[in-house]
């Protein structure tokens, strides 16, 4: 089992910046990926990106790719979503998201953290 908790949402301005994290605990070493969603109100839950854990390599929905950035510490257990330029429609609730292989679903989330963004 691995337990996930999110962190950083808030309010911010059009075109700020804000990074969330996620941090994770329990059988963490069968980590292969992690990865964000989120969902606004009325919405559809959306695929914000994911990386992979043992090199680091990432996949973002064509969406974000170019303003999100999403990186891990392995000795924290931490995933970081670093989103620039954000706008009103990045606003949602975001969820991270782990899975223990590349052929299952991502079947750990945190229970979200709301990002507000303001015109």
């Known amino acids: 089992q691995v337990h996930l908790a999110e962190s950083g949402g808030g309010l911010v301005q059009a075109g700020a910046s804000l990074r969330l994290s996620c941090a994770a605990s329990g059988r963490t070493s069968r980590t292969y990926a992690m990865g964000w969603f989120r969902q606004a109100p009325g919405k559809e839950r959306e695929f914000v990106g994911q990386?992979?854990?043992?090199?680091?390599?990432?996949f973002y929905a064509d969406s974000v790719k170019g303003r999100f950035t999403i990186s891990r510490d392995n000795t924290k257990n931490t995933m970081y979503l670093q989103m620039n330029i954000l706008t009103p429609e990045d606003a949602a609730v975001y969820y991270c998201?782990?899975?223990?292989?590349?052929?299952?679903?991502?079947?750990?989330w945190g229970r979200g953290t709301q990002v507000t963004v303001s015109s």
């Open positions: 998201v782990a899975k223990p292989n590349r052929d299952i679903g991502w079947i750990y």
């Open positions: 990386i992979n854990w043992s090199d680091g390599s990432t």
